[in-house]
Structure formats: C-alpha cells, structure tokens
C-alpha cells in the first residue's frame, strides 16, 4: 500500500493506482472546479480532455496518467 | 539537453510497439515516446486492475529485451522544435529529440457528444470508464449505464462487470438491421466472431440513446430514448462514448496530409511528409488486429525492409475490410445531433454552451465570439464533437501541442546544441 495525502487528509491505496483512482478512493471523486464553477471528475480516462487536472506537489498534473507515489500531496481545489 | 534517433515513434499502443519490433533488427537507434505511465496504449492499458492478454505482454517482454529500442513513458510531445526535432518533456525535464525518420502511431480518442447534463460527476466516456477502472477507479457494487456506439461499449461492460459493478443497461444507438447485417459477416473474421459471443450482455437495447444525465451536484440517473420509448434509470454512473476519432494533432503540426478525419498514408504506411510514417488508430479506426499489422509494415518501411512490408498487406487488407464493416455498421444517426440544449456546454475546458456557439460559420467565428476550443485540451474534445454537430473541419493545432511548463518552452528560444 501507498500512503498520500488528498486534500489535507491521508489515504492509503493499492500500488500502481492511478490519482484518479485516489480522487474516488480517498474523496467523490471529482478533480477540479470549472470557470462557471461546476465540480467536474475524470472523463476520457486517457490524457485526453484534461478534465481531470490537479495539483500535485504544486504542479499541474493529470489524475488519470499519474501512478501514486508515496508522501504525494494532491489538490483538487487549487 | 538533446538526444538524436534513428527512428522515433510516437506512441507505445499495439501499432507504436509493433513498429519498434519490426524496425529493431537494423540495429538502428529507435525511441519509443508514450505519455501513459506504462507502455500498451489504451486497448493494451496496464494498471492495479488490469488483465492483459498474452499478445501484449509478449510485446511489451520483446520491447524491454531489444537493446537498441528505449522506451520513454509518462513523457508527451509538447512542441515541434525544428526540422526532425521534437520537444519533450517528462515530470522533471524537458528536451529536444532528433529524428532521422518518426513514426505516428498516436492512436485515438473517443468521440463524446454533449447532452444536457454530460459534465456532471459520474459521467464518462465509454473507453474512459475502462481505463479508470484499469486504473484502479473502484466501481464494485456500482450501478451504471453505458451508452453510444460501437463494440467499446460492450468491453467497456465486461471491464465494469468483471470489477464488480452492476450494468444496468447498454444503449447502442445504431438500429437493429445495422447490427444483424454486421452479426452476419463476423465469420469472415472468426476471432471477432468468438469475441462477440464472449461480450454478448442481456442488458444490450439497439435503437437506444442517451437523452439526459440527471443529476444536481453528480450523476443520479440517466434518461435514454430506448427503442421509441422514454425510460428513467436511477444509476451512480454513465459511461458514454460515440466510437473513436483519430489523433491526428501531430500529424497536422507537422504538416502531414489529412484525408477524412484521419492521417493519410500510403501503402508503405508512409505519409505526405518525406521520412514520415503513419500506422493504426491515428490513420483511421481499425482495432489492435490492424493496428499491429500496420506498425509493423510502418516498422519494416522505415528501414528499407520493403520485402517483409509487402508480405504483410494481405492481412492488413483483411482486417481493414473488418474495420470498413464496422465503420459503415455503427454509424451515427443524425437525430444524436439534437441531443444538446442551448444551455449544454459543449466546451467544457471554457464552459462555452451550445447555444453560444450554434449560430457560428466555423471555428475561427465561434473563438471569436466565445473561448470556445482555447482551453487545456485545446479543442480535442469539442473539436470532435462540432465537427459531427455542425460539419466543422478539424480545429488547426497550435503549440504547445499539451499543456506544458513554461521552463519547456523556454526551451524552443534557446540555441540547439546538437547539429
């Protein structure tokens, strides 16, 4: 197991998850805050329509290309 | 930092792997660029909950064994940064790669279409949801929809079910006639015909659409036209997605010629553009039979292995009459254009709706009254789906061809070191 950190609170998940799978895991599920202010969550599954971007240790990131790492710190709100 | 290549290939799916295998004999020094963590592309996708089939992991042992071949994963094609130049960049850093010959074999995305209540937590594509769940996304105990168009859908059902999850319904728009006309070919290619029967779910409606995804702050219940009938089901998830559309975004950067939606190559696989070849999903849909078949013949061409190139076209004829089969089986019913309201976003980057869009002449009308297309996944999504709504031609791509870091680009204004 790999301990993170979602939004403040610790999570623990499966290695080689995806932060996607720690968005629902740990959360709701969603990634983001859109500019009409509307939660939106992983959508293409594949690095495609960027709807699933965080902040992961202060850089922009996609949920659903990046495998959980150990001590990462994941934003959904910033 | 520069690093020069023989050959360099844009994307490690089935065509990507197959053309670094048939090239590796040369000796050559070949890359192998993917922007997944791990190689196999989408049909091929590992993760926590995947299960690859024995083809992939024999590509996947062949690729690591070649010593001439180096993989790059979670690495993306941020710019073109000269003549046979690309710029790359990874988590930490960025740099230039020289090409003497490239290889796109950069796949394809799904289609989604907007209907009211598409951007709602707990919606996704139809692919998508299959690589969430490979990913590790759990669904166990779930109730979902899929819906949309195309054999996706049914191996999207079985990725859900075997996690768990309860799959409520499958809507395939396309009516029945088109289906049994397709069920009645799949002998031709027997190994389509096993996989059918293996996929087959009770669950399947032909003739049946998504009208609404309901829903005030996630996804509660998904409203489908079914059959002529209008029907309600209460579900924790849609998986939606209208087939596939090539990625044609490099390919159109570096100034290869586009036919249809997909990029044009000729028999050797290779493009308009000297020293450019072209193979699988990217040059039109085809599966992984075909995608294979075509990587390996780009492979053999690009290092003057003609001979072993030409040996391979009768099967690629094969399976591209299976995907020509399918194409003409499952295509869209123009009714899907209506599905959107004036106030549905159809560019959920910028949250530009339908109706703020809809009375546009083109692309360069609709980015000059709305941000429609200018946001991060710069026009993939919604570029795909005015092209079906509205007949508009593929946006043209800009750089950075993805979202990049501002040390990347700094890049392209900096001398190159290497000649």
């Known amino acids: ?78 | 930092m520069n690093e020069d290549f023989d050959l360099l290939i844009i994307g490690a799916g089935p065509a990507g792997m197959a053309a670094a295998l048939a090239a590796a004999p040369s000796g050559l020094r070949i890359g192998v660029i993917d922007d997944n963590p791990l190689p196999g592309g989408q049909i091929w996708r590992d993760g926590v909950h995947a299960h690859l089939p024995a083809n992939a992991r024999r590509h996947r042992a062949a690729l690591a064994a070649a010593e001439n071949i180096r993989l790059f994963s979670a690495t993306r094609v941020v710019a073109i940064a000269g003549p046979q130049q690309l710029l790359l960049e990874d988590d930490e850093r960025a740099w230039r790669a020289h090409y003497a010959k490239l290889i796109l074999c950069t796949g394809a995305r799904e289609l989604l279409l907007p209907f009211p209540g598409w951007t709602l937590p707990g919606v996704t594509g139809a692919g998508g949801l299959q690589a969430l769940i490979k990913g590790g996304v759990p669904v166990a105990g779930e109730r979902l929809v899929i819906a949309g168009s195309g054999p996706l859908l049914l191996a999207s059902a079985a990725s859900a079910k075997q996690a768990g999850a309860k799959v409520l319904r499958i809507a395939e728009q396309a009516p029945p006639a088109a289906l049994a006309a397709f069920a009645l070919q799949l002998p031709r290619w027997p190994s389509k015909l096993l996989q059918a029967l293996q996929l087959f779910d009770a669950s399947y409606r032909s003739n049946s659409h998504v009208l609404a995804a309901l829903g005030e702050e996630r996804l509660e219940a998904v409203r489908l036209q079914q059959n002529g009938k209008l029907v309600e089901i209460p579900c924790k998830r849609l998986a939606c997605g209208f087939g596939l559309l090539p990625n044609t975004h490099l390919g159109q950067a570096l100034g290869c010629r586009i036919a249809g939606q997909a990029i044009a190559v000729d028999q050797w696989q290779a493009c308009s553009l000297s020293d450019h070849y072209a193979a699988g999903e990217c040059t039109g849909f085809g599966g992984s039979e075909l995608a294979l078949i075509e990587g390996a013949i780009a492979g053999h061409s690009a290092i003057g292995a003609q001979a072993k190139a030409r040996a391979l076209w009768p099967q690629r004829q094969h399976w591209q009459a299976f995907a020509d089969r399918l194409g003409r089986s499952f295509a869209l019913d123009p009714r899907l254009k209506q599905l959107a309201a004036a106030d549905t976003l159809v560019c959920r980057c910028e949250d530009v709706s339908y109706g703020e869009i809809a009375g546009c002449s083109g692309w360069v009308d609709a980015k000059l009254h709305s941000r429609c297309g200018m946001g991060a996944c710069q026009g993939r999504i919604c570029g795909g789906a005015t092209q079906f709504l509205f007949d508009w031609p593929t946006p043209t791509p800009r750089p950075p061809l993805s979202p990049a870091r501002i040390e990347s680009l700094l890049q392209l204004a900096e001398p190159d070191e290497a000649g």
């Open chain 1, 1 to 78: 197991m790999i301990e993170l950190i979602l939004d403040g609170l610790a999570l623990r998940v499966a290695a080689g998850s995806t932060v996607a799978a720690a968005l629902y895991l740990g959360g709701d599920g969603s990634s983001r805050t859109s500019v009409g202010d509307q939660r939106r969550a992983p959508v293409c599954g594949m690095g495609i329509c960027q709807e699933c971007r965080v902040s992961i240790d202060g850089q922009r990131r996609l949920a659903c290309q990046t495998l959980c790492q150990p001590g990462m710190c994941v934003e959904t709100h910033a």
